[in-house]
């Protein structure tokens, strides 16, 4: 059922509830039952409110259906409605109102599903790499369920900012360039003099190359670092080494087709006085003391969660890594993002407790669940039936260019979406390279192409399939593949919800499903024309509704195949 048509049910079922029991104010939930003979949507208010009225549940539920069968609001949308088990009340809805979708997507095309623009802002920051070497296929798991939550958040109505933080300070950028240096004088991995903690990539040889050759590199915000080529200039090293990766960083996201609004550096966080300034408000808070010649913040008593008091300051030193974090996401805050949401590793998960902590010491008014975190866990890569650890590239793990070069960008997007993302997952190579009904990404694509070719073999131009009566698509099929396209602007809202571009990947393999099921069943190109027509206004209109899904996780929706 449409949203519209879900509401309208609801509210026809609140009255008759209320001609009942006008004390009643239950909330009315509808599902789809999980056996499709048994109706369209089921509701369990009779059982919700029996007992505070003293009824039988079964009696209390056909005193309700007999209400709203003499509705003659309901007479449009409500075919039948009987009580099955204890007190549920299956209902079967009216042929016109299951039809109604096709007008619906006809009259909003690439909108359809899409929800009214309220201006609400969100900011998104995913991938937030290390510019220490390539991303690899954690940060290309990041890079899909944070442009697919984007593009959720979109068309939930939100505005959209997609960050990327860069953490361009700390012991990490340090062996960055001490491993460039080395390289440059000439030592490798296995010689006398090599960092204990160096990087053995074939990046660091490339980076070292240019470096002396005094090449110039460009990062994506416009930024142009010149290299001084001062093998001891370990400080010009390092800013050569950051912007050269940081641009290869970029052109991996490029080969991924994904942009970002904005990048923000984390040394500007100390540039600007940011990180001092909030410790000084931390401390200011009376949330902070001094032991053993550290700072220590008092996260447990801060209602966050976390279960002991963290190092602000260490005694040698220097902040621990979550005291920027926490000067960062004021700056959100202050930039009026009061929605957020991170999206890292579950490496990270002790790093919720501290930030949000952090937060709530500074008393701005701040939720205690901000910012809202996506933790996903790490993806293991199979080809041949062998797993994959290697890439020349980076030296020690398969690259996000690797996934791309291997299966192309629709495949390594779709299938890093299709499973939660606090599940592990195996990707599997050769599984996203056959063409076969059990690649979904292939199955879903050669829907969406089978349909594409069908209209163009049908010799019916657009205006007459649009115009085309639907009240004779009353097969079974028929009904099943509409239902499952009046789903789709409700997935959207609870993927949006839930974080959750995973229900929008299964709704399109559902979705393909029950087009192939139709397909098979009955046939479109009959000599009956208007039944033709008919029946390929039904495929235009699961075409569209593909595409539409396609788009929310970045996935092409071809023409052939």
């Given at each position: 059922m449409l949203p519209e048509q879900q509401h309208l049910l609801v509210s026809l079922l609140q009255d008759a509830v209320g001609t009942l029991l006008p004390e009643a104010r239950p909330t009315i939930l509808l599902e789809r039952p999980k056996v499709a003979a048994h109706g369209d949507v089921a509701t369990n208010v009779a059982m919700q409110v029996a007992k505070a009225a003293k009824r039988n549940p079964r009696e209390l539920a056909q005193a309700i259906v007999d209400a709203l069968s003499a509705d003659p609001r309901a007479r449009d949308i409500v075919d039948a409605a009987e009580i099955a088990g204890p007190g549920f009340i299956n209902i079967r809805i009216t042929a016109a109102a299951r039809q109604a979708v096709l007008a619906a997507i006809a009259q909003q095309g690439d909108a359809f599903g899409r929800a009214a623009r309220h201006g609400e802002k969100v900011l998104v920051e995913f991938v937030s790499a290390n510019p220490t070497g390539p991303l690899h296929v954690g940060h290309a798991r990041q890079a899909a369920l944070g442009d697919a939550i984007c593009r959720l958040y979109d068309a939930a109505g939100h505005d959209v900012m997609r960050e990327f933080y860069y953490?361009?300070?700390?012991?990490?950028?340090?062996?960055?360039?001490?491993?460039?240096?080395?390289?440059?004088?000439?030592?490798?991995?296995?010689?006398e003099g090599w960092p204990e903690d160096g990087y053995k990539g074939e990046y660091i040889v490339d980076i070292a190359r240019?470096?002396?050759?005094?090449?110039?590199?460009?990062?994506?915000?416009?930024?142009?670092?010149?290299?001084?080529?001062?093998?001891?200039?370990l400080d010009a090293i390092r800013r050569f080494a950051v912007a050269y990766l940081r641009r290869e960083q970029d052109r991996d996201l490029q080969a991924f087709d994904l942009t970002f609004d904005?990048?923000?550096?984390?040394?500007?966080?100390?540039?600007?006085?940011?990180?001092?300034?909030?410790?000084?408000?931390?401390?200011?808070?009376?949330?902070?003391?001094?032991?053993?010649?550290?700072?220590?913040?008092?996260?447990?008593?801060?209602?966050?969660?976390?279960?002991?008091?963290r190092v602000m300051r260490k005694r040698e030193g220097g902040y621990t890594y979550f005291v920027p974090d926490v000067a960062y996401h004021v700056n959100k805050w202050e930039r009026g993002y009061h929605r957020a949401v991170n999206i890292q590793g579950s490496d990270h998960h002790g790093t919720v407790a501290r930030v949000r902590a952090g937060l709530q010491a500074l008393d701005?008014?701040?939720?205690?669940?901000?910012?809202?975190?996506?933790?996903?866990?790490?993806?293991?890569?199979?080809?041949?039936?062998?797993?994959?650890?290697?890439?020349?590239?980076?030296?020690?793990?398969?690259?996000?260019?690797?996934?791309?070069d291997w299966v192309g960008r629709d495949a390594v997007r779709y299938f890093l979406?299709?499973?939660?993302?606090?599940?592990?997952?195996?990707?599997?190579?050769?599984?996203?390279?056959?063409?076969?009904?059990?690649?979904?990404?292939?199955?879903?694509?050669?829907?969406?192409a089978r349909i594409c070719s069908m209209v163009g073999q049908s010799g019916e131009g657009e205006q007459d399939i649009a115009d085309a009566g639907i009240e004779r698509l009353t097969a079974p099929t028929e009904f099943a593949l509409m239902q499952r396209l009046a789903e789709f602007p409700n997935v959207i809202q609870l993927a949006a919800q839930e974080l959750a571009p995973h229900h929008v990947a299964f709704w399109l393999r559902d979705c393909a499903a029950d087009f192939h099921a139709w397909y098979n069943a009955e046939r479109v190109l009959v000599d009956d024309i208007a039944l033709k027509r008919a029946r390929l206004r039904l495929a235009s209109a699961t075409r569209q509704v593909l595409a539409n899904g396609l788009a929310l996780l970045g996935v092409n929706a071809p023409q052939r195949m």
């Open positions: 953490n361009d300070a700390g012991n990490q950028i340090h062996n960055l360039a001490i491993s460039v240096q080395a390289r440059a004088k000439g030592i490798g991995p296995d010689a240019d470096f002396m050759a005094g090449a110039a590199v460009r990062a994506a915000d416009g930024e142009e670092t010149i290299a001084s080529g001062n093998v001891d200039d904005n990048f923000f550096l984390e040394s500007s966080l100390y540039t600007s006085g940011r990180v001092e300034q909030t410790v000084s408000r931390l401390v200011a808070s009376g949330h902070t003391y001094e032991q053993d010649g550290a700072l220590w913040l008092r996260t447990t008593e801060l209602g966050t969660g976390d279960d002991k008091d701005l008014g701040i939720p205690k669940d901000y910012p809202a975190y996506v933790l996903h866990k790490m993806v293991k890569v199979m080809r041949g039936g062998e797993e994959v650890k290697i890439s020349k590239r980076a030296g020690s793990y398969v690259t996000m260019r690797d996934l791309i979406i299709q499973r939660r993302a606090d599940t592990e997952f195996v990707f599997d190579v050769d599984l996203a390279l056959s063409q076969s009904d059990e690649n979904p990404v292939y199955y879903i694509q050669y829907a969406h």
